[in-house]
């Protein structure tokens, strides 16, 4: 279907349900050609994996003044979570060894070396990036 107001770009929509096997699955769109546009595909894959067997509760502060850091992008492969307006976010996990990447906008990224062992609660304060103060 034609975009509004646009002749030549066309989008699609699908939807399934994931399936019930772990692993990384593929798949192939294929858009029938038609008033002579050429055959589409797009390959794309996901990875299914297990329900986590443990959570980590992440609070996430500026290093200098305390306050919450809202948007901050937690991850620890293959989950990633992002804080609410309280800093806070809980993040999946799995038992085991892994790094814990915290990225927010204006803040230095920090990465943590982790051994998940059971639920865990997690307090990161990040660095604030330097100002950029401009050439001289």
Do not use: M
């Not at 593929?26 to 546009?37: K, P, S």
């Not at 850091?69 to 991850?75: K, P």
């Not at 992002?82 to 230095?108: C, F, N, Q």
Request: charged share 30%; aromatic share 6%; proline share 5%.
């Amino acid at each position: 279907v034609p975009r509004k107001g646009i002749d030549g770009l066309c989008g699609a929509e699908a939807s399934f349900a994931a399936p019930d096997e772990s692993g990384v699955h593929r798949y192939t769109v294929v858009l029938d050609a038609f008033d002579g546009h050429n055959e589409a595909r797009l390959t794309f894959a996901f990875l299914v994996i297990e329900e986590p067997s443990c959570k980590i509760d992440v609070t996430v502060t500026d290093e200098d003044a305390g306050d919450p850091i809202a948007s901050a992008r937690v991850s620890l492969h293959p989950f990633v979570e992002t804080t609410g307006s309280d800093g806070r976010t809980v993040l999946p996990a799995d038992i085991g060894k892994g790094t814990l990447r915290v990225v927010a906008e204006d803040y230095e990224d920090e990465l943590l070396s982790l051994v998940v062992a059971g639920h865990t609660e997690l307090h990161v304060a990040l660095k604030r990036k330097p100002e950029d103060v401009g050439d001289f």
